[in-house]
């Protein structure tokens, strides 16, 4: 019997490269339909990602061969997919029958919740600039989502964390 996990690692970096995660131009980086067309994993699909058959059935990963995904008999073995691209990470563990053991999503400078924006532009940051934001998904579970806005007034630079229903969490100064 083995006691330590067998890794394998299917190197997804290839198809991140591709069509659906192609880079956008500034004037339409933050637009909601470019959102989902330049990333893997969105609300639509956070459920499917927590298993992998259902990975394999959907093949969100731009055409790529998922056949090599296959359920390991013994108990020790674990199948990892990681991938990047421009403004998405992901890593994503599953344990023997596919069921998700551990994941992160992170997304860059995506379109924030409407609630978020109204925070932006309200008294308290109306002189700030929006420089970056980062959206991180934990085990791709709605309710562990939060964002970090990048904000800069002049050299001063403020990051500022919101939870996934858009509520502020505390300043980062």
Same mark, same amino acid.
């Given at each position: 019997?083995?006691?330590?996990?067998?890794? *394998?690692?299917?190197?997804?970096? *290839?198809?991140?490269a591709?069509y659906?995660? %192609?880079?956008?131009?500034?004037s339409? !980086?933050?637009? =909601?339909? +470019?959102?989902?067309?330049s990333?893997?994993?969105?609300?639509?699909?956070? /459920?499917? @990602?927590k298993? *992998?058959q259902?990975?394999?059935?959907? /093949?969100? @990963?731009?055409?790529?061969?998922?056949?090599?995904?296959? +359920?390991n !008999? +013994?108990?020790?073995? @674990?199948?990892?997919?990681?991938?990047?691209?421009? /403004?998405?990470?992901?890593? %994503?563990?599953?344990d023997?029958?596919?069921?998700?053991?551990?994941?992160?999503?992170?997304h860059?400078?995506?379109?924030?919740? $409407? #609630? =978020?924006?109204?925070?932006?532009?309200? %008294?308290? @940051?109306?002189?700030? #600039?929006?420089?970056?934001n980062?959206?991180?998904?934990?085990?791709f579970d $709605? !309710?562990?989502?939060?964002?970090q806005?990048?904000?800069?007034k002049?050299?001063?630079?403020?990051?500022?964390?919101?939870?996934? +229903?858009?509520?502020s969490?505390?300043?980062?100064?």
């Open positions: 019997m083995k006691t330590k996990p067998i890794l *394998l690692t299917l190197s997804l970096i *290839l198809s991140f591709t659906s995660l %192609a880079q956008q131009s500034a339409d !980086r933050y637009s =909601i339909d +470019n959102y989902h067309k990333t893997t994993v969105n609300e639509s699909n956070l /459920n499917c @990602f298993n *992998l259902c990975i394999k059935r959907n /093949n969100f @990963f731009n055409g790529s061969d998922l056949s090599m995904i296959k +359920n !008999r +013994n108990r020790y073995d @674990f199948i990892t997919i990681e991938g990047s691209s421009k /403004n998405e990470d992901l890593y %994503a563990k599953y023997h029958y596919g069921h998700l053991v551990s994941a992160t999503v992170v860059r400078n995506i379109p924030l919740p $409407e #609630k =978020i924006n109204r925070q932006l532009v309200s %008294a308290e @940051f109306s002189d700030w #600039k929006m420089i970056g980062e959206r991180t998904i934990e085990n $709605e !309710r562990k989502i939060h964002y806005v990048v904000l800069q002049g050299d001063e630079i403020r990051v500022v964390s919101f939870n996934g +229903n858009g509520e969490l505390r300043s980062l100064s």
